[in-house]
């Protein structure tokens, strides 16, 4: 059983950049499709961003798209999430997920069969 861990949470300025970690132990990362959600305050949980067992097919949220990419380097066991033009709306907990089931992405989150604990960013504005 894959654990993860994320990291790279923070306080950022409305427009700033951003980059969170997620390191998987306990498992090979190639061996799961990777996902990126985010839950504000009051909210449901929500997809951000994913990508397949390669990294080659990613897909996004409509809210994020052309402002967020999604990678993974499988070879050290880490996903990232690279968040540029920040706004105070991202505001969430942002998780990251495994799905060991399926070879390329999917938005659903009952797909992910694994999460990390969460961290905090927070965007003022």
């Known amino acids: 059983q894959v654990q993860l861990v994320e990291s790279g949470g923070g306080l950022v300025q409305a427009g700033g950049s951003l980059r969170l970690s997620c390191a998987a132990s306990g498992g090979t990362l190639s061996s799961y499709a990777m996902g990126w959600f985010r839950q504000a305050p009051g909210k449901e949980r929500e997809f951000v961003a994913a990508c397949s067992r390669t990294g080659v097919s990613t897909t996004y949220a409509d809210p994020v798209k052309g402002r967020f990419t999604i990678s993974r380097d499988n070879g050290k066991n880490t996903l990232y999430l690279q968040m540029n033009s920040l706004k105070p709306e991202d505001t969430a907990v942002y998780y990251c997920?495994?799905?060991?089931?399926?070879?390329?992405?999917?938005?659903?989150?009952?797909?992910?069969?694994?999460w990390g604990q969460g961290t905090q960013v927070t965007v003022s504005s």
């Open positions: 997920a495994a799905d060991r089931d399926r070879y390329s992405a999917t938005k659903y989150i009952v797909g992910y069969d694994y």
